[in-house]
């Protein structure tokens, strides 16, 4: 079958992204994914492990009410996360009626309730998305208590027994972890410990701020000559190594950073970091996953590139590469697939901000 394409874009388009409003057609484009699966309960994978036939019989909808959809219980977080996102920056976007539907559907306090209630209801529920779908958590309710908008804080309020209970795990679980993980996809503790960062700043959370600064300087203020040259796994959608980067800057002055970040790569991981991940197979649910290393990419070394001096040869080497991985890869986000289609629109917004 012939796919139906979401974009087509010049470079040129791309370099102004960057710098100005993600354009509302390619808003409106991108929004249309996770309206068309948040309610979509099939295919899906739970990863949810049983206790007995009674709860192995249950359907995602009656495991997770609110997040059921998109393929598996993190793409539908994020998916919240994007549409919130497109209303807060494109206020009259011209779906906006369906998107509130939609999210006031989920947004009930019922559901919410329900949801928390999974993480202490079932074996192993405590370290269930752990940390990936936690750190999408914390992003959509920072999304949500940043907004000044009605919506927004009815939105946040009822979002707050689920917020709240993965505060307490991931709480209860940071002094634990006493290795990172460094992987390229859902475990990995740079990402999580980043976005867990951005939302304990966002709320005043000094103690939980510093948790998370102190661990990520346990675990990566001495990394040097990182070898991302053996980056990326056939799978992957995020880089290890970027993310700890990405991380870092957040915690460090700039300068300690810049003086961070010299020792921290050598020209053989820059130059293979720089090259556009091959996906051999957009039907393949795992290959599919180095677009989004793509999209990951360029979110990485621009918040990378932001943090280093303006002449750092890096860093405009970064600032470049980002929007050439958004250029190649935003024209093979398509409607019709689901391999893709059920998460790339949030790498990809996330990536043009």
Known sequence: MKKYFLFTLSLLTVLQ????????????????????????QWPNKTSHLSDAITDHKLTPAELHPAFFGCLDWHSSVHGHWLLVKILKS???????????????????????NEEAAYFNRYTGAKTWERTYGWAWLLKLDEELLTWNHPKGQQWHETLQPLTQ????????????????NRTGVHPNTAFGLAFALDWARAVSDSTFERMIINKSKDFYLNNRKVPAYFEPDGSDFFSPSLLVADLMRRILTKKNFTKWFNNYYDKRSIDRLISLPVVSDRNDYQIVHLDG??????????????????????????KEKSNFFIYKTLPNISHDNYEGSHWLATFAFFAMQ
């Open 293 to 318: 290393l793509s999209f990951s990419r360029a979110w990485c070394m621009k918040g990378i590139a932001r943090n280093l001096p303006v002449n750092h040869p890096i860093g405009k080497l970064f």
């Open 90 to 112: 494109h206020p009259d976007i011209p779906n906006k009626d369906s998107i509130i539907t939609l999210l006031d559907n989920s947004f009930r306090k019922e559901l919410m």
């Open 165 to 180: 209970t993965i505060l307490k795990l991931w709480k209860e679980y940071l002094p634990k972890q006493t290795y990172p």
């Open 17 to 40: 992204i960057g710098a100005q409003q993600i354009d509302t057609d390619i808003a409106l484009q991108l929004s249309r994914l996770p309206l068309s699966c948040i309610a979509q």
